[in-house]
């Protein structure tokens, strides 16, 4: 509609939405702005925002791709601490929230000490991701990861210590405590995951997904890296994808991020699975990954959501349109997306994105649902001067982090005016940790 009133309880849910106005002795706050639903970030490393933009000077003539900037990644997960860590989530996640990101899934794998033993609280580093969640008013999924190798049949680097999970039992240990540090806020769920084919003995991906929690989203890194498909080809015969497709009875719990490296095979009968696919376009045009299918992968019915990973890039409308014109580049074609091309990305962003939360349900703006929603400027100069048809396109392709008016969760201003409700606390806090890390 046009115009609506929301109404939301105590709670931040919506008990009320009409074009017609409530009750004349309810207070109504009236804002000039064109509100979408929040979005999700279906994958994060919150402790790589402390690296973000320092890996980008380059030898003369020396290679350099995913696996060197990994050297710089292990640097920086040796160096922080876990008031460290609190504070780096904390800022990442205030700025997630800043950019209309409403619930982020942590793909946590920072597990123990830095000397590679486990913390006396064996969740200590999730449950200061959590921490981090409440302070920034973010919604968030906890996905503790099982990291147990440093390649196909290859023992963990010592630069890996504090991943590492030996076993399947171990990695359960960890998944127990982690699950006792999410009912620690109310806004915390629970998912679980193995790193990689590459990082887990692959019969103990077997088995964690087949002991592990029914009903929880299940998330894997699949296929990001051509060294990733040769080396998993000469180790078990088969590439990422295909193994897991064959190995695995790969549904809609699955939540493969990347999968940057599929042929025909592996593409379609991914679509047909009911998977998603959780693409980070910024991160991955930042690594020299690769560029995932999409457009043929739209096609068959393919699902998909979005996340930031290394938070090299976090604005959700570029990661739209890089995704987007990364196809045209490379079809020569503009329709990646048949039909309202802005309607097709939202809804399906934020549709799947539940999905791989671990919300049950995929209506956002609707009666028993909390209001989480991204608010723009509807006065500014081109959407003031748009009919509706082409309003929602002008913002996706057009707009930027200027013409927001703020992040509403739970039918409160987190983020209003670009000013975070708790940001006189995070920001000094993140400045603490920076001058204590020395890396930048």
Same mark, same amino acid.
């Given at each position: %509609?046009?115009?609506?009133?929301?109404?939301?309880?105590?709670?931040?849910?919506?008990?009320?939405?009409?074009?017609?106005?409530?009750?004349?002795?309810?207070?109504?706050?009236?804002?000039? /702005?064109?509100?979408?639903?929040?979005?999700?970030? !279906?994958?994060?490393?919150?402790?790589?925002?402390?690296?973000?933009?320092?890996?980008?000077?380059?030898?003369?003539?020396?290679?350099?791709?995913?696996?060197? *900037?990994?050297?710089?990644?292990?640097?920086?997960?040796?160096?922080?601490?876990?008031?460290?860590?609190?504070?780096?989530?904390?800022?990442?996640?205030?700025?997630?929230?800043?950019?209309?990101?409403?619930?982020? !899934?942590?793909?946590?794998?920072?597990?123990?000490?830095?000397?590679?033993?486990?913390?006396?609280?064996?969740?200590?580093?999730?449950?200061?991701?959590?921490?981090?969640?409440?302070? $920034?008013?973010?919604?968030?999924?906890?996905?503790?990861?099982?990291?147990?190798? /440093?390649?196909?049949?290859?023992?963990?680097?010592?630069?890996?210590? &504090?991943?590492?999970?030996?076993?399947?039992?171990?990695?359960?240990?960890?998944?127990?405590?982690?699950?006792?540090?999410?009912?620690?806020?109310?806004?915390?769920?629970?998912?679980?995951?193995?790193?990689?084919?590459? !990082?887990?003995?692959?019969?103990?991906?077997?088995?964690t997904y087949q002991q592990g929690p029914k009903g929880l989203p299940f998330h894997l890194h699949v296929s990001e890296q051509m060294k990733e498909v040769s080396d998993c080809l000469a180790y078990c015969n088969k590439r990422p994808m295909q193994w897991l497709l064959d190995n695995l009875a790969v549904n809609e719990r699955f939540n493969l991020v990347h999968s940057t490296h599929l042929n025909d095979d592996e593409l379609t009968r991914l679509a047909k699975s009911s998977a998603c696919v959780v693409l980070c376009p910024s991160t991955e045009g930042n690594l020299g990954d690769g560029i995932f299918r999409m457009k043929e992968y739209v096609k068959l019915g393919g699902k998909?959501?979005?996340?930031?990973?290394?938070?090299?890039?976090?604005?959700?409308?570029?990661?739209?349109? %890089? %995704?987007?014109? &990364?196809?045209?580049?490379?079809?020569?074609?503009?329709?990646?997306?048949?039909?309202?091309?802005?309607?097709?990305?939202?809804?399906?962003?934020?549709?799947?994105?539940?999905?791989?939360?671990?919300?049950?349900?995929?209506?956002?703006?609707?009666?028993?649902?909390?209001?989480? $929603?991204?608010?723009?400027?509807?006065?500014?100069?081109?959407?003031?001067?748009?009919?509706?048809?082409?309003?929602?396109?002008?913002?996706?392709?057009?707009?930027?982090?200027?013409?927001?008016?703020?992040?509403?969760?739970?039918?409160? *201003?987190?983020?209003?005016?670009?000013?975070?409700?708790?940001?006189?606390?995070?920001?000094?806090?993140?400045?603490?940790?920076?001058?204590?890390?020395?890396?930048?």
């Amino acid at each position: %509609m046009e115009s609506a009133y929301v109404g939301v309880d105590a709670q931040g849910v919506i008990q009320y939405i009409n074009a017609v106005p409530p009750d004349s002795s309810i207070a109504v706050e009236v804002i000039q /702005g064109l509100a979408l639903p929040g979005f999700q970030n !279906a994958h994060s490393h919150a402790f790589q925002y402390a690296m973000a933009g320092l890996a980008e000077t380059h030898a003369v003539g020396v290679a350099d791709d995913f696996w060197s *900037w990994r050297e710089a990644m292990y640097h920086c997960a040796l160096a922080v601490d876990p008031d460290q860590a609190q504070a780096i989530a904390a800022m990442v996640y205030a700025e997630m929230v800043r950019v209309g990101y409403t619930h982020v !899934a942590e793909f946590h794998y920072l597990h123990h000490d830095q000397d590679g033993k486990p913390y006396a609280q064996l969740a200590e580093m999730g449950q200061r991701m959590v921490a981090a969640a409440k302070q $920034a008013g973010i919604k968030i999924t906890l996905i503790p990861v099982f990291y147990q190798k /440093g390649g196909f049949g290859l023992d963990p680097q010592p630069r890996q210590r &504090r991943f590492i999970s030996r076993t399947v039992d171990d990695y359960f240990n960890l998944l127990d405590a982690s699950s006792a540090a999410v009912k620690e806020y109310q806004d915390a769920r629970l998912g679980f995951s193995v790193h990689s084919l590459r !990082a887990v003995e692959l019969q103990d991906i077997l088995t964690t997904y087949q002991q592990g929690p029914k009903g929880l989203p299940f998330h894997l890194h699949v296929s990001e890296q051509m060294k990733e498909v040769s080396d998993c080809l000469a180790y078990c015969n088969k590439r990422p994808m295909q193994w897991l497709l064959d190995n695995l009875a790969v549904n809609e719990r699955f939540n493969l991020v990347h999968s940057t490296h599929l042929n025909d095979d592996e593409l379609t009968r991914l679509a047909k699975s009911s998977a998603c696919v959780v693409l980070c376009p910024s991160t991955e045009g930042n690594l020299g990954d690769g560029i995932f299918r999409m457009k043929e992968y739209v096609k068959l019915g393919g699902k998909w959501c979005i996340g930031t990973d290394s938070h090299i890039g976090l604005n959700p409308l570029e990661e739209f349109r %890089m %995704m987007d014109y &990364r196809q045209r580049l490379v079809t020569h074609q503009r329709n990646t997306f048949e039909g309202n091309a802005a309607s097709y990305l939202v809804n399906e962003a934020t549709s799947a994105g539940r999905k791989a939360m671990g919300v049950a349900s995929e209506n956002h703006f609707g009666i028993g649902q909390p209001l989480d $929603a991204v608010v723009y400027q509807s006065g500014s100069h081109l959407l003031a001067n748009t009919s509706a048809s082409h309003r929602l396109a002008t913002l996706i392709y057009t707009g930027d982090t200027s013409r927001m008016v703020g992040t509403l969760i739970n039918g409160q *201003w987190v983020v209003k005016d670009q000013h975070h409700q708790s940001g006189h606390t995070i920001k000094p806090a993140f400045a603490k940790a920076i001058r204590e890390i020395k890396n930048r």
